[in-house]
């Protein structure tokens, strides 16, 4: 019986190391997304995040395509900070979580930051569709741009 218990608390623990450690992520993402601790969260981070029941996530093809572009140097590590910043933004935000709006927004913006970082250290990596979304999320826009993708609606 006490081994029971342990094992489930245990699985719990684990659960919230994961937790935290994708919150962790997302805003290491934001900050400084091609430092080597970064860079080393990111894959197990991405891989719980995409094989988990403990957050529900919808890749927005309408929010996703607007930074997938394949001439994008920078697309890959914009989308794994979409994805890793949505799960983020639900389990800082459990009574949100529904609010597909609000996470794809807090995803699109963890990706837009990233992009951000990147080229700071990389700037042939600059990219003028990205840099057009970068200025409408520093103007208070981008929140317009995500709702008209109707990544919510059934």
Known sequence: MLLVAFCAFS???WAQNEKALTVKAARALETDPLSDGTIAMEKPVLEWVIKTDEVNLIACGGVSSLFSDKKNKSASDMTAAYMIGMAAFKIEHPESAKDEDA???AGA?????AYTGIIKTKPKNKFEAIDALVDKMNNNQLADLIRAQNCGKK
């Not at 913006?109 to 930051?113: D, E, H, M, P, Q």
């Open 103 to 105: 996470a794809q927004l």
């Open 11 to 13: 699985t719990v623990c």
């Open 109 to 113: 913006t963890t990706a837009l930051k």
